[in-house]
């Protein structure tokens, strides 16, 4: 349940298997769950579970491996943040990446969202400073504000068919954006400072999206 382990600041690994950890087997991971484990390493989700909540491993700074099961559709907002997360696979059954999921994952260097995901929320990526790379998937229709606010060294990103929006302020200070590849032929807005203070040099688009932006 809630808070569950909250603070257990010697617990270094954790498996959730598939079967049996609460008697029928684990489908959520709840809110504040493992939030503030400062030793746990590694987390091994089964493919039993289904949600993880708000704030489920928050604050658990040495958390560097991540491997998340293929039923699982909702991951809530700040779930992961300020964790030490090198690299992660989002399976395609996830649908929903709530707010602030991935903020200040200072050790993330490249990200894919799969096309499953049609809500991708603010700030997910917010001061993600050692993030390079990132290819948004075909079922998200708006990158959000502050998405990747302060990635300075964010170089390429990809943005998938079905983004109609990009919001203001949305790649803020990212001093090292090179270029961005928008693939979505229905992208009609691209908000007053959704780029600023960032180090864009090239962006591609097609001639229908140029069309709908009045370009």
């Known amino acids: 349940g809630s808070y569950a382990f909250d603070g257990c600041d010697n617990l ?10 609460y008697g029928n087997g684990t489908e959520v991971i709840d809110t504040y769950a493992f939030r503030g484990c400062n030793k746990l390493q590694e987390v091994k989700i089964g493919n039993n579970v289904k949600t993880v909540e708000w704030r489920a491993f928050q604050n658990c700074f040495s958390l560097h491996t991540i491997t998340i099961g293929n039923n699982v559709t909702y991951i ?6 300020h964790s030490a997360i090198e690299s992660i696979t989002i399976p395609d059954s996830v649908e929903t990446i709530g707010q602030a999921v991935f903020y200040n994952c200072q050790s993330l260097r490249h990200i894919t969202i ?3 995901v049609t809500n991708l929320d603010w700030r997910v990526f917010f001061n993600n400073i050692e993030l ?3 290819n948004i998937g ?3 229709p708006i990158i959000r504000l502050w998405l990747f606010k302060g990635c300075i060294k964010l170089e390429t990103v990809i943005i998938g068919r079905s983004v109609n929006t990009i919001e203001t302020l949305a790649f803020h200070e990212c001093e090292a954006l090179d270029s961005v590849f928008i693939l979505s032929d229905n992208l009609t807005s691209i908000a007053n400072d959704a780029f600023s203070d960032s180090g864009l040099s090239k962006v591609y688009m097609s001639e229908t999206a140029r069309s709908n932006l009045g370009l």
């Open 138 to 140: 075909d079922g998200v």
């Open 114 to 116: 799969p096309n499953s």
């Open 132 to 134: 390079r790379t990132a």
């Open 12 to 21: 270094e690994t954790l498996t959730i298997e598939d079967i049996n950890i």
């Open 76 to 81: 809530g907002g700040d779930a992961f943040s």
